[in-house]
């Protein structure tokens, strides 16, 4: 993957949480919120329950993959759009994880994602080492699939200049304090 070129001039205090499907990046940024930092929700899931409200199963929309990553990277950018670059914020994902995701479900990478990545800026990145898989109404991946995403994930993000730091399997509670000691 060729590194992404991206405006280095621009700087934000906005740390990344990703890492693969079944990582703890939800848990995690929970409980930096619950420590009082402020955070931000995973699109994705957000997205899904938002089609819910509006009558549609789970799998009506998953069937149309391109239209799923596309209301979810709409999200991604009208919140990073919104965020003071000064404050510091721990997002749930963030705009590059879209790429990843393009590329394991061999979507072709339209301009919305294009010009996105282009923009993003991002202080530090947290990439979570997966856990075991558990599934839910939400998440449908299998094992191979979850190594996958995050390799992509791995991939993508170490394809920016923006340090990248994984964060080994360890209780919640000290994965949060190893992200805060990495800051």
Same mark, same amino acid.
């Given at each position: 993957?060729?590194?992404?070129?991206?405006?280095?001039?621009?700087?934000?205090?906005?740390?990344?949480?990703?890492?693969?499907?079944?990582? *703890?990046?939800? &848990? %995690?940024?929970?409980?930096? #919120?619950?420590? *009082?930092?402020? &955070? %931000?929700?995973?699109?994705? #899931?957000?997205?899904?329950?938002?089609?819910?409200l509006k009558g549609r199963t789970i799998e009506d929309v998953r069937k149309n993959q391109r239209e799923f990553q596309l209301g979810v990277l709409d999200m991604q950018i009208e919140q990073e759009n919104e965020i003071n670059p000064e404050v510091q914020v721990f997002l749930d994902r963030a705009i590059p994880d879209a790429l990843a995701y393009y590329m394991f479900l061999n979507l072709s990478v339209d301009d919305r994602l294009t010009v996105a990545l282009k923009k993003v800026c991002y202080k530090k990145i947290f990439i979570m080492d997966y856990l075991p898989l558990k599934n839910d109404y939400a998440r449908n991946e299998n094992a191979e699939a979850q190594k996958r995403i995050h390799e992509l994930i791995t991939e993508v993000y170490e394809s920016?200049?923006?340090?990248?730091?994984?964060?080994?399997?360890?209780?919640?509670?000290?994965?949060?304090?190893?992200?805060?000691?990495?800051?």
């Open positions: 993957m060729e590194k992404i070129i991206v405006d280095i001039t621009k700087q934000t205090n906005w740390y990344v949480i990703t890492g693969g499907p079944s990582s *703890g990046k939800t &848990t %995690t940024v929970n409980l930096l #919120r619950d420590r *009082g930092y402020i &955070t %931000t929700m995973e699109h994705a #899931r957000h997205f899904l329950d938002t089609q819910r920016f200049p923006f340090p990248v730091v994984h964060v080994p399997v360890l209780p919640a509670e000290e994965r949060v304090d190893f992200i805060l000691k990495n800051l």
